[in-house]
């Protein structure tokens, strides 16, 4: 303003021509474009991108969390751990302090109750690890022996929230290493110490073939999980969780596993065998069944209503102890042979039970016919053979005196049928018959 007013003076004097029509334009450019500029600063602060930034500019920078090899780098905002309140007032009105009221310098709330939870669960798979439960080993003379366990560890939440707080509030250094605390095994060895002595509750053998080399080692693998643990009195065994998913990592190799009554090729196949095993010799030391689940068709190395099938995630096999005693599983596989046995202390009793299956209903498998263009009219080919469905009972027996027996039923499994499938040709077309027509 003060330089147009400037030349505006200089034109009244004579002392500067007008200026011509181009720069008065050039002028007016530069006027609106200042406005625009206004305009925008406006609108810039009116949405608060000042303040926005500045509030970035103060917020914490990111905190390192060190997991063993791997390094984590998370915003305080995404664990619930804001900007540090400032100082709360030590005193009243008149600027004495209130009794009871401490001075506190700046604080910091968090973290979220549910963000460190979610956090400690992944570093929990990073860092932490399972303990490892005491286990029997009976010897070739009778004699048990206790292999001691190994505690694990897992991510000390607690500490772990203080740690984020204070790197939070640290001028620097702000890399967190993931505190953990030890978890000892459930079980302890004095628990054992009846099983020094052992004897057999019960024992059970299936046969499978050596020459199908990978079934024979899904098989040797589950085993060796199964062999020597140990079930407190009234505690439940999980298949599942004592065996472990069947992953290529744990050994397990890829072999024929029944799914929906079809045999496919997956990791793990044949474990079937092993939790089938171990349910016929829970069954007869008089263990209870908790969780049990029949296969999709019937399995030929145990009888009918005797199988017990599993699968990680999704089926398990879980046996509860009735008994005051522990109970340990043993289990072998060699040479064709899978032998499982459970013991007990010396001092136990072993009742003779006895395992008996009643076919109470068998369901023929029926036909389906599939129409096949590649087929001779008429020519019938069978794609899939049929089989029968079966409907059983298991009882588990205890001789008594004389021709009375003790027996409770055990379960009723259903075993569907599958239909045969018969390719067919297509229907012969109809014999051609002449006709006479008039001429």
């Avoid at 005491?134 to 740690?163: F, K, M, S």
């Amino acid at each position: 303003e003060a330089v147009h007013h400037l030349k505006q003076a200089l034109r009244l004097q004579g002392g500067a021509p007008p200026a011509p029509a181009s720069a008065r334009a050039a002028r007016w450019l530069v006027y609106a474009l200042l406005g625009l500029m206004a305009l925008l600063y406006w609108w810039w602060q009116q949405r608060g991108v000042p303040a926005a930034l500045a509030a970035a500019a103060a917020a914490p920078p990111p905190i390192v969390v060190q997991a063993g090899s791997t390094r984590l780098q998370l915003a305080p905002e995404s664990l619930g751990l804001g900007p540090v309140a400032p100082p709360r007032p030590a005193g009243g009105a008149d600027g004495e302090r209130l009794r009871g009221e401490p001075t506190a310098p700046g604080r910091l709330e968090g973290p979220d109750p549910q963000a460190l939870e979610r956090l400690a669960a992944y570093l929990d798979r990073l860092v932490g690890s399972e303990p490892e439960e005491p286990r029997l080993r009976v010897e070739a003379g009778g004699r048990g022996v206790i292999v001691p366990g190994r505690p694990g560890r897992r991510v000390d939440r607690a500490a772990l929230a203080e740690t984020l707080r204070e790197a939070v509030l640290a001028a620097d250094g702000r890399t967190v290493v993931v505190p953990v605390q030890p978890v000892p095994p459930s079980l302890g060895e004095a628990e054992l110490e009846p099983l020094t002595s052992p004897r057999p509750l019960s024992r059970f053998v299936t046969r499978y073939d050596p020459m199908e080399a990978d079934r024979a080692a899904n098989i040797a693998v589950a085993a060796r999980a199964l062999d020597g643990l140990v079930v407190r009195p009234g505690g439940t065994f999980s298949f599942n969780e004592a065996v472990g998913p069947r992953i290529t990592e744990r050994g397990y190799r890829q072999a024929p596993v029944l799914i929906n009554g079809q045999f496919t090729l997956d990791v793990g196949g044949g474990v079937c065998q092993t939790s089938t095993t171990l349910y016929n010799a829970a069954l007869l030391a008089g263990l209870r069944v908790a969780v049990r689940a029949p296969h999709s068709r019937p399995v030929w190395y145990v009888p009918l209503a005797r199988d017990a099938t599993v699968a990680w995630g999704l089926i398990d096999l879980k046996l509860t102890n009735p008994y005051p005693y522990p109970v340990a599983f043993t289990a072998t596989a060699g040479d064709g042979g899978l032998t499982v046995e459970v013991w007990a202390p010396s001092d136990a009793v072993a009742l003779p039970w006895q395992l008996r299956t009643v076919v109470e209903r068998a369901i023929p498998a029926g036909a389906r016919e599939q129409e096949d263009p590649a087929l001779a009219p008429g020519e019938r080919r069978v794609e899939q053979p049929g089989r029968s469905g079966y409907v059983a009972t298991l009882w588990r027996e205890l001789p008594l005196y004389g021709p009375v027996v003790g027996r409770e039923r055990v379960n009723r499994s259903s075993y569907p049928p599958y239909p045969a499938v018969e390719r067919v040709g297509p229907p012969a077309p109809p014999s051609q018959q002449e006709t006479g027509q008039g001429k």
